[in-house]
């Protein structure tokens, strides 16, 4: 049985449990005074706008050089992939393979298991309710690491500046990718996983 068959509604700002006020129409929290919903009110919706524009801006993230390395007064932009290319040439495997998991592939796990996850939740897919808790709980786990690579940027932007000799500066494609990654740990976090329960139709689930 979930909470909200039997009339308990959870705070999200300190997690007290309240009894569901039938005839209220903003009910708030016993203990600390903030509005209590069954649901975070709109979440699919807020959700797909977030994902939507996350995955908009992915392409730009992903064409747009991230950086451009300076050296005697020549420098080269590169996007992300051909930063990885780059890294593979000069040998260093272990740093390349780093960069394009939390570059590439993590971004992209998230928007499309983001993107799952609503599906199911709303067309009813064939997918099984810890299978999309599981999901989701990756998916929170990873977010945070899609940030490496601006980190990264960062760190060099302001160690390495030494004038014409050499200097790194970062380009809009960092904006974006940045854009893409807090847009999507925005969306993990307006998505309401017990939406998940609320569409399981099979009694296993639940075991």
Not at 107 to 112: I, M, Q, S, Y
Not at 149 to 171: H, K, P, Q
Request: one cysteine or more.
């Amino acid at each position: 049985m979930r909470a909200i068959d039997a009339g308990i509604l959870i705070c999200m700002e300190c997690h007290e449990l309240n009894r569901q006020e039938a005839e209220t129409h903003e009910q708030v929290c016993t203990r600390c005074g903030a509005l209590v919903h069954a649901r975070r009110p709109n979440s699919l919706v807020r959700t797909w706008a977030l994902l939507i524009t996350a995955a908009i801006l992915y392409i730009p993230a992903n064409v747009l050089p991230i950086m451009t390395v300076n050296t005697l007064g020549k420098g080269d932009p590169s996007t992300i992939m051909s930063g990885v290319i780059d890294l593979v040439h000069y040998g260093m495997f272990p740093i390349a393979a780093v960069v394009f998991v939390a570059s590439i592939v993590v971004p992209t796990f998230k928007l499309v298991g983001i993107a799952l996850l609503l599906f199911s939740v709303q067309r009813r897919q064939p997918l099984s309710a810890r299978q999309r808790i599981w999901m989701y709980r990756f998916i929170e786990f990873i977010g945070r690491w899609s940030m490496l690579d601006i980190f990264v940027i960062a760190i060099l932007v302001a160690v390495v500046n030494f004038g014409r000799i050499a200097s790194i500066e970062a380009n809009p494609g960092a904006i974006a990718f940045a854009s893409v990654v807090i847009l999507t740990m925005l969306a993990a976090v307006t998505f309401d996983p017990r939406l998940i329960w609320d569409n399981t139709e099979s009694d296993d689930d639940h075991d």
